[in-house]
């Protein structure tokens, strides 16, 4: 077994164990912090594909931005736990419902494409990406034949952004209270 | 450089992933339990088509791809947590569940 295949299995059992852990777990906060591991994982085996620009990408994205928006929404969302001190642990415990049909149906699909993977065969023409970097690849793509695609999402940020501070502004304020 | 890793590998891991976002997004009644979810599938989505694209040198497309689903997921959390505040703000609890009515 080669280096590189046990690097593989220790990150995708890092992704997956943090995945079984976000589902187990019924603290929220504990969840967003399994979450970070789960999309350090998956940066590494991005890496481990070749596709070093887009793990950096989703490290500083994913983990600079989504996450820490999360955990805003954890601590801003909660009901105050009026015995809880600044030495208690954060417990912000969340209730778990339709366990059966959810591990069901997650379990059933999981079964499928299994299957589907396993019967699939791929006739994988040309050869593999070398080892050399993508960014300059990625770079010229997106600025020759993908420019509309990607002003569109520049737009698209833009829209969601303002759009989301509109709708988070609080309209009941009230100067009098 | 050939990679040791096959790409079997890659779509397994991926789909284990994705099932287990399913699941978090289906069993959770919390909106932001149900997010953290979601971002677990789209993460699985994307070690796909980065695995595909590996066997696209030339153009990466996948990769591409990848990175605009990344910047859509972006976009997607900020609207969400702020419909999810104003949601608390309204009902003053944001389990899915108890949030029936639709009237302003």
Known sequence: MSTELIIFYFFAALALGSGVFILLTRNLMYAAFALFLALLGVAALFVLAGADFLAVAQLMVYVGGILVLLIFGIMLTRTADPEATSQTPNRVLVALGRKFWGVVVSLGLFIVLFLVIVQANFALVGDTLNSRSTIRTLGVELMTTHLLPFEIAGILLLVALVGAAYLAMNRNFDPTE | ?104
């Open chain 2, 1 to 104: 450089m050939n990679s040791a890793i096959p790409l079997f590998h890659f779509l397994v891991v991926a789909a284990a992933l994705f099932s287990l976002g399913l699941a978090v997004a289906v069993t959770k009644r919390n909106v932001i339990g149900i997010l953290i979810g979601l971002e677990l599938m789209l993460n699985a989505v994307n070690l796909n088509l980065i695995a595909f694209s590996r066997h696209d040198p030339v153009l990466l497309r996948g990769q591409l791809f990848a990175l605009f689903v990344i910047v859509v997921a972006a976009a997607e959390v900020t609207v969400a947590l702020a419909i999810v505040l104003r949601v608390y703000h309204h009902y003053g609890s944001i389990d899915p569940d108890e949030t029936k009515e639709l009237r302003g």
